[in-house]
């Protein structure tokens, strides 16, 4: 069945959450999907899946989550990071998928210069697309 996701243990303890670990120094399975960081962040509206939902795709070990736009619209501006109760920084967490995509040879999500961001949001982009 498409769009089947298969939680077998080989995946839960898989190579994607301690990839993400060892990048960001974030443990991803601290986070108990409380949602504060998704209703702070100032960028959810331009992002494909909320950053709650990004850690709990890696929590899964779904490889696809390096697809998604929301690690690229991610500015770390730590809002979220200073709402979470368990401590996790979701900004760290978004970088560690960044570099795993570079990695493996995805391009960053094309940023639409002609949709209004927010200053700090044109900053980060450039940081990241910047070789």
Known sequence: MAGELNLCRERLEGA?????EEISGQN???????????????FADHMDVLPNQVIRLVQLGDEGVAAFR?????????????????????????????????????TPAPLN????????????????FTP
């Open 28 to 42: 991803p399975y601290a986070c108990y999907q409380c949602g504060k960081c998704s209703a702070g962040c100032l």
């Open 16 to 20: 994607l959450p301690r990839k993400v």
């Open 70 to 106: 929301a690690p690229w619209v991610c500015a770390a501006c730590l809002a979220c990071a200073v709402r979470c109760p368990r401590g996790v920084d979701i900004g760290k967490v978004m970088e560690a998928l960044r570099v795993l995509a570079l990695r493996r040879g995805l």
């Open 113 to 128: 210069l002609g949709e209004r961001y927010p200053q700090i949001a044109l900053v980060g982009a450039f940081r990241k």
